[in-house]
């Protein structure tokens, strides 16, 4: 049994997360507001998220109306398979979690990062577990200069914390700047992006023959996955799963 002395460092700590709730409560991930719960979420907002815990189609994450058994493929999917292989995704993107993901994604709030991980690696538990390496996807150059951090490497360097699965960050480079995908029609998306990112040559080696998690903030049409998907798959991957934090159901009702 731990002894008295071995308790003392968790103790501590326990002390210090009491007092700097006390001190600085934290900030609801819906609301904005301090001091709301214990956690980054109230009950009532908890309740509030539509998290992708029911059956979801096998290839795109996406949620049915009940369970068609294990593997199901939505029409979708059927009638244009996407090039990768499995997706899966925490939350709906929707009213409920559009703040979580907009804060994180253009604000760079990180204080809520854990917990937005812990979610992805819940809903994709199995992807993460069969993964070799994570891969996020890119921002450009210019972009990532102005912004200063991306969103989409912060959440793969959180879920490799949490289960080990070794990430690498820079495997996919975005060769050329494109313009905002928001607005954009599914075809006008897949054009945006059609042939702006390339694995580079020293990640080659790293990936070739691996089963590749690749990462992202939010998936609505695919189209920036996709192509992401196409390098790795050139570049050798065996298999690309998709995980991402949320995923629009009804394209048509949000911009992000």
Known sequence: ???????????????????????WPPRSLVSGQRGVGKGPLAPEEFGQIHFLTGPVGETCGSPFDFDLGLGAVCAPCIARPPRWDRARA???????SRRPVLDLKRSGRRDGLATLAGWMVQSGRDLVAEADLIVPVPLHFARLARRG???????????CRMSGTPILVDAIKRTR???SQAGLSARQRRRNVAGAFTVRKPAVARISGRRVLLVDDVLTTGATLSACTRALKQAGAANVDVLVLARVVRETDVTI
Do not use: C, E, H
Not at 6 to 15: H, T
């Open 177 to 179: 700047r494109t313009p």
């Open 1 to 23: 049994m731990p002894s008295d002395m071995d308790r003392r460092p968790a103790r501590a700590k326990g002390f210090l997360r009491a007092a700097a709730d006390f001190l």
């Open 90 to 96: 925490a939350m709906v993107y929707d009213a409920a």
């Open 149 to 159: 951090f991306n969103q989409s490497a912060w959440l793969g360097q959180a879920i």
